[in-house]
């Protein structure tokens, strides 16, 4: 069974701190694929990343950061310099097949 | 190239009264998936179908919902005798074959925000 945790409920920032979202996943299986989605107020998912099992290689896009440990079952995610628009609830997910397992979400609001 | 379109965006309900939830994939999917968030929850798999099949329906409550995705139109969650525990959103994503190892991605569409009453 696949399980994702998210133990961060709520973050609070202010604007151009760095905010840290913990991920850590069980998983038996191999091979998989971990992924981050954003969640506007507006309600819709947005992509952020997907990354396989097999590479560890930490990534970054713009503001965005990963850091992937499988030692530690970890897939950590970092904003930069936040914004009020990265003001949102993010989701971590696993998959091992075509299903996807969700954390529980952590909400980041950034303050002005 | 139009994204994973659902409708309606919201829909409110009564309950005893019949939800119809409707997803359009992309344009040469032919996979679908329906999840439901619960409120303050993580998104929850319920089905996985393809054209006239479900594949798997693991996550779909044992009564009151179905799901079909016919050979032409879009794929149609429904939920009969709706409770207020029914309220969530429900998204649907597709993907252009299995997503199986998920070497490709499924899109999401924006979700129907269902509200019972």
């Known amino acids: 069974a696949q399980k994702v945790t998210q133990a961060q409920t709520e973050i609070s920032v202010v604007e151009k701190e760095d905010v840290t979202l913990d991920c850590v996943y069980e998983?038996?299986?191999?091979?998989?694929?971990l992924f981050w989605y954003k969640q506007p107020p507006s309600g819709e998912l947005v992509f952020l990343i997907r990354?396989?099992?097999?590479?560890?290689q930490n990534e970054i896009s713009g503001r965005y950061s990963w850091n992937f440990q499988k030692s530690t079952s970890s897939f950590n995610f970092t904003i930069t310099a936040s914004q009020v628009v990265d003001s949102a609830v993010y989701f971590c997910a696993l998959s091992t097949d075509y299903k996807l397992s969700f954390g529980a979400g952590t909400t980041v609001t950034v303050r002005a | 190239n139009a994204g994973v379109m659902q409708n309606p965006r919201h829909l409110v309900r009564r309950r005893g009264q019949e939800a119809r939830l409707r997803c359009s994939p992309m344009?040469?999917?032919?996979?679908v998936y329906w999840y439901r968030q619960l409120p303050e929850e993580g998104l929850k798999f319920m089905v996985y179908?393809?054209?006239?099949?479900?594949?798997?329906e693991s996550g779909m409550p044992k009564e009151r919902f179905s799901a079909e995705f016919p050979k032409e139109g879009p794929s149609i969650l429904r939920i009969q005798q709706v409770v207020r525990g029914d309220s969530a959103a429900y998204f649907c994503?597709?993907?252009?074959?299995?997503?199986?190892?998920?070497?490709?991605?499924?899109?999401f569409g924006q979700g129907t925000r269902l509200t019972v009453v």
């Open positions: 998983t038996r299986d191999t091979t998989y694929y």
């Open positions: 990354r396989n099992s097999f590479d560890e």
């Open positions: 994503a597709s993907s252009p074959r299995t997503a199986y190892q998920m070497n490709t991605e499924a899109f």
């Open positions: 179908l393809q054209k006239e099949n479900i594949i798997d």
């Open positions: 344009k040469g999917h032919s996979h």
